[in-house]
């Protein structure tokens, strides 16, 4: 253990003890949200990302030790142990070391080498490969090994067998095999041919290459996708020749010898009928997970930003699903998110019932003083978009609207939570609520989709689903923490995501709620059935009650530290009775020497200290309020009005490793390309923008045939 947390604390460059509390913190059942918001005394001040990628980077140096304790104990078994691999296993530090050194010693199905130890032909190799013996001892020991009840007839069919055998334990060779591998890393080129003779999305990838070491991450799960989908043949493109000499002159101890030739052409077959192909597969898989990691982290992080938007609150909406055939479906919602209308309009082909379908959203924004429309942007969106343009300019109401993401709503509103939310309607009217809620809050709506559905990753689909998974899961319960909820309004949905609740305990909280009217102290949760008092602790800070019996209820002030908010308030003279009543008076402190002496008679550390005052200033804030609202839209453009050099205001949608899609009001997003991003060199396009951002971009370029757009945002 001492070893992984001597290897944590050079690779994030923080404190030993910082490493040390957090892993016991961890190992003691704490959330990483908890631990970041509640223990930054004992780790430093760590953000929650930071304490993600370290409890993620010990999951795997526990698991490196548990496998290397595993091989060890199975050499062992074996009688094969020795001081060498030993050592070798001490100095591995990934797994695909392990299993390098693992490699000879692992039940192998039958092969060509070990057919020829069947036959008695060992010694042979051995001789060989020591590379001492005289052409007389290779004679005579051939000779003495001809079996021919053993099918070994000849001196060639002897020395055939060690060959075979030698090649083998090459190929086992454990620092062989990382030579190769460095070697392709260094040295190897991706080269990309077109298998099909048409126009696809891989056509700038019909005749490319690029160095390992040097292409994108991006540009790597496209090829994948391409050679999988039948569009591309891709190979690794190595130097043979160069690479056998490195490993002939690793193997061959005494060129010239009796045995040399012997030995090089095992090196050869080692190479070509061994080594090779499943060191390219290995090389394969692992710049694949390099460049999946990457594209998990841009995921994650547009996934971060989209739920983090800030919600638009105190409006009625106009939730609009699109559609062409079946009808466009409509939703009210009030300001708290209840539905209060629903409906189906045909104003696109092939019905087009445009007056009539008018006549219908007018009376709805009539009738219940709808204050925005919010228009899905899937199938049918652009005809939706110019219909709800043209009718707000027929309406006397001040009324916007906005293209908001649609992705998962079709999950969402066919899932059994959906169903369950609303038994009434059927799964489209459900689509349609679901737009609407996601401009009111989108991260209330949002959690209710897997997030992998949500769609603001690349190639999310090609990478391996599992990591993916944990790392959004991650990702969400971040925000929502960051965020806290409302304990009595919250749905199940939300409320699993709180530190320290599970799905279980997130519908007894809501049930005891149903039973029990609402709740009006965080206390009352420790009533809720399988809700400890660890998981109080967990979650209780991250709750909030708005009218409940103790305003500190509707901070992020945890429960342990009330006394302490106290305390302090007594010490100012404000009373306690005040502070139970919301009323909160937080003196200015600007010298660190009084922070220390409060912070000492109140027995918390600075950080804790800090957070509490901050949180009194703003009792009840949504970090979110502070952030830039989203665009509103009034009128509408066409791709065809855009014009070289015209200056727009827009919404990034989308982040990647080469730049960000954005939104500027004509259907289809424009690319701002990494290389347009700033006037300086941008190294990763999130150091820039999120998702969400409004930004201004320049059009540099127009392919109306194509439907592309081309963005900068150089000044």
């Given at each position: 253990m001492s070893g992984i947390i001597e290897q944590l604390t050079e690779e994030f460059q923080i404190r030993?003890?910082?490493?040390?509390n957090t892993i016991g913190l961890i190992d003691e059942g704490n959330t990483i949200p908890f631990i970041a918001r509640y223990r930054k005394e004992m780790t430093g001040e760590l953000n929650d990302q930071l304490l993600r990628e370290?409890?993620?980077?010990?999951?795997?140096?526990?698991?490196?030790?548990?496998?290397?304790?595993?091989?060890?104990?199975?050499?062992?078994e074996q009688g094969m142990l020795s001081d060498e691999v030993v050592a070798a296993l001490e100095k591995a530090v990934t797994l695909q070391e392990v299993e390098d050194i693992y490699r000879p010693y692992k039940p192998k199905r039958r092969t060509r080498a070990s057919i020829a130890r069947e036959k008695g032909l060992e010694p042979m190799a051995e001789l060989l490969f020591g590379q001492n013996a005289s052409g007389n001892d290779i004679d005579k020991t051939a000779a003495s090994l001809i079996n021919m009840e053993k099918g070994v007839n000849t001196e060639e069919d002897v020395l055939s067998g060690a060959m075979d055998i030698m090649a083998e334990w090459v190929s086992d060779n454990a620092s062989y095999r990382k030579l190769m591998r460095n070697i392709i890393y260094r040295d190897g080129i991706i080269v990309t041919k077109a298998r099909k003779d048409e126009d696809s999305v891989y056509s700038m990838y019909y005749d490319f290459k690029e160095p390992v070491k040097k292409i994108a991450s991006h540009r790597i799960l496209a090829v994948l996708r391409g050679e999988r989908e039948e569009f591309l043949d891709v190979i690794l493109d190595v130097q043979h020749e160069k690479i056998k000499r490195r490993l002939k002159l690793k193997v061959i101890k005494r060129e010239g010898s009796p045995s040399a030739a012997y030995v090089e052409k095992s090196v050869e077959d080692a190479y070509e009928r061994l080594i090779l192909p499943s060191v390219d597969n290995e090389v394969r898989n692992e710049i694949k997970e390099k460049a999946t990691g990457?594209?998990?982290?841009?995921?994650?992080?547009?996934?971060?930003?989209?739920?983090l938007q800030p919600p638009v609150r105190g409006k009625v909406v106009l939730g609009f699903d699109p559609a062409y055939r079946t009808g466009c479906k409509l939703a009210v919602v009030d300001e708290t998110g209840k539905v209060l209308d629903t409906g189906v309009i045909y104003p696109t082909p092939p019905q087009s019932k445009v007056e009539q379908a008018k006549k219908a959203v007018k009376d709805l924004i009539n009738k219940y003083k709808i204050d925005i429309v919010s228009i899905g942007n899937g199938t049918a969106s652009r005809e939706a978009e110019i219909f709800i343009a043209e009718l707000i300019k027929e309406t006397d109401r001040e009324v916007l609207y906005m293209v908001v993401s649609e992705s998962g709503a079709s999950v969402y509103s066919a899932s059994k939570l959906a169903a369950e939310e609303f038994p009434e309607y059927d799964v489209a009217l459900r689509s349609a609520v679901s737009i609407a809620r996601r401009l009111q809050d989108p991260l209330a709506e949002l959690v209710k989709i897997d997030p992998k559905a949500i769609g603001v990753g690349q190639y999310q689909h090609d990478m391996n689903q599992k990591p993916l998974g944990e790392a959004l899961q991650g990702i969400v319960e971040d925000c929502v923490n960051s965020v806290g909820v409302d304990l009595n309004t919250a749905s199940p949905s939300l409320l699993q995501y709180i530190s320290g609740i599970s799905q279980a305990v997130a519908k007894n909280i809501v049930e005891f709620r149903e039973a029990n009217g609402k709740f009006k102290d965080r206390k009352q949760l420790l009533k809720v059935k399988k809700l400890g008092p660890k998981a109080f602790e967990q979650c209780a800070g991250f709750l909030r009650i708005t009218d409940g019996n103790n305003a500190l209820d509707n901070t992020s002030v945890h429960p342990e530290s009330y006394g302490a908010v106290i305390k302090l308030t007594d010490i100012w003279g404000n009373g306690s009775d005040k502070v139970k009543n919301g009323i909160f008076h937080v003196k200015e402190i600007t010298d660190d020497r009084e922070l220390n002496k409060i912070a000492g008679q109140l027995n918390l550390g600075i950080p804790t200290l800090k957070d509490i005052l901050s949180e009194l200033k703003k009792p009840g804030r949504d970090p979110r309020d502070e952030l830039p609202k989203p665009m509103l839209l009034k009128d509408i453009m066409d791709i065809k009005d855009l014009k070289r050099d015209m200056v727009l205001k827009g919404t990034v949608r989308n982040v990647a490793d080469f730049g960000a899609f954005v939104d500027v009001g004509v259907h289809h997003d424009g690319l701002v390309h990494i290389s347009?991003?700033?006037?300086?060199?941008?190294?990763?396009?999130?150091?820039?923008?999120?998702?969400?951002?409004?930004?201004?971009v320049r059009v540099i370029d127009v392919d109306l045939k194509r439907k592309r757009i081309c963005l900068s945002m150089k000044t």
């Open positions: 030993k003890i910082q490493v040390e370290l409890y993620e980077r010990l999951v795997y140096l526990r698991n490196l030790e548990e496998r290397k304790n595993d091989v060890r104990r199975l050499i062992d990457q594209a998990i982290k841009v995921f994650a992080e547009n996934l971060r930003s989209l739920l347009e991003m700033s006037d300086s060199f941008v190294k990763n396009p999130m150091d820039i923008v999120s998702v969400g951002d409004i930004i201004n």
